[in-house]
């Protein structure tokens, strides 16, 4: 994702988005076809082998290449939608503005989440 980010600010990643959605797609398929491979695997395989079946945690490789071929698919889309198909902001609907509007502030919103997720669970843990 960084080389990603890196092709955005370096304005190189429209000519990128064909590959970059068959990239997403193939490893898509790819851990779906490792998923269905290694249904008959026991669940231990999912921390130590290349094919097994779906597992969240340990996060098996065949979840680890679903993940990852969403997250580049749903970044270029995100891309084509909102950086080269611009609209005209007057004809926008609600959650395209409020979007566009947050996405300049989402460093804040990383930071933000994250005190959500992890403050109480670390206060939590000096009470015990």
């Known amino acids: 994702m960084h080389v990603i980010g890196r092709r955005i600010v370096a304005k190189k990643m429209r000519r990128d988005l064909p590959i970059l959605l068959l990239a997403g797609v193939v490893l898509l398929c790819l851990g779906f076809i490792l998923g269905y491979a290694g249904r008959t695997e026991p669940p231990i395989s999912a ?22 071929g969403m997250s580049i698919i749903v970044f270029s889309m995100v891309y084509f939608f909102f950086d080269i198909r611009k609209k005209d902001k007057t004809n926008l609907g609600i959650f395209s503005r409020l979007f566009i509007q947050t996405s300049d502030y989402s460093l804040t919103f990383y930071f933000l989440h994250y005190m959500l997720l992890a403050w109480p669970l670390a206060t939590n843990e000096t009470y015990q």
Do not use: V
Not at 47 to 68: E, G, K, R, T, V
């Open 47 to 68: 921390s130590i082998a290349w094919i097994s079946p779906l597992c969240f945690y340990p996060d098996s490789f065949s979840l680890i290449n679903i993940q990852a």
